[in-house]
């Protein structure tokens, strides 16, 4: 998706930019991390679309659990943005 250009921008354009750009990051987040524990993301993957499919899949579910076995050791809250902002705030802000 393409965000609006930044001159004359309304009150809901400045929102849909921002949540925008927040989804962007929270799944670049998503993938570093996934990137950062699991090598087979660093390079190209020399397999079929769909095998790229599941080991990614296995990657995410076994991220997933080990995040479930509530281990700091993992993964902190430092290797994630949680800045945890709704759009209610924003209006407040007036962005």
């Known amino acids: ?3 609006y250009p930044p001159r004359l921008l309304g009150d809901y354009e400045r929102i849909y930019n921002y949540c925008l ?7 670049e987040n998503a993938f570093g991390i996934l990137m950062n524990r699991f ?3 660093d390079k190209h993957m ?3 679309h769909d095998k790229c499919t599941v080991v990614t899949n296995a990657c995410v579910t076994l991220h997933n659990f080990l995040l479930t076995r509530n281990d700091t050791q993992y993964c902190n809250m430092h290797l994630s943005d949680n800045e945890g902002v709704t759009l209610s ?5 007036g962005i």
């Open 39 to 41: 090598r087979v993301f």
């Open 89 to 93: 705030r924003l209006a407040q802000h």
């Open 21 to 27: 750009s927040r989804a962007r990051r929270v799944s």
């Open 46 to 48: 020399h397999l079929s």
């Open 1 to 3: 998706m393409k965000p």
